[in-house]
């Protein structure tokens, strides 16, 4: 089964095309995200409770968790896949730093 997800990195180009199930999915999950985001917004303004403001920050956060991790996978799966196929080793060392990164 042929890959069609293909990351772009020659010359300095960062693109990756992605197929349009997994570029609904990532923005149906940064649209939930950004609808909780102003409902924080709202609650800050409304002067919610603290604990209740809290608790809606942490459901944000973990779903921004769950949206890296799906985007994570898939960069493995793709970009990087595709990449060592082609022989650039030093993919290994990217993804090393980017998930140091996520996981400060």
Same mark, same amino acid.
């Given at each position: +089964?042929?890959?069609? +997800?293909? !990351? !772009?990195?020659? @010359?300095?180009? $960062?693109?990756?095309?992605?197929?349009?199930?997994?570029?609904?999915?990532?923005?149906?999950?940064?649209?939930?995200?950004?609808?909780? =985001?102003?409902?924080? /917004?709202? +609650?800050?303004?409304?002067?919610?409770? !603290?604990?209740? *403001?809290?608790?809606? =920050?942490?459901?944000? $956060?973990?779903?921004?968790?769950?949206?890296? /991790? @799906?985007?994570?996978?898939?960069?493995? $799966?793709? !970009?990087?896949?595709?990449?060592?196929?082609?022989?650039?080793?030093?993919? *290994?060392?990217?993804? =090393?730093?980017?998930?140091?990164? +996520?996981?400060?």
């Amino acid at each position: +089964m042929e890959n069609k +997800m293909t !990351c !772009c990195q020659p @010359e300095g180009c $960062r693109r990756k095309h992605r197929e349009q199930d997994e570029y609904e999915a990532l923005l149906k999950r940064l649209s939930r995200i950004e609808g909780q =985001v102003r409902g924080v /917004r709202g +609650m800050v303004e409304k002067e919610a409770y !603290c604990t209740d *403001i809290l608790t809606q =920050v942490s459901a944000i $956060r973990s779903a921004l968790n769950a949206f890296s /991790r @799906e985007l994570l996978a898939s960069h493995i $799966r793709t !970009c990087v896949a595709d990449g060592l196929q082609r022989g650039e080793v030093e993919l *290994i060392d990217e993804l =090393v730093h980017t998930v140091e990164k +996520m996981t400060k």
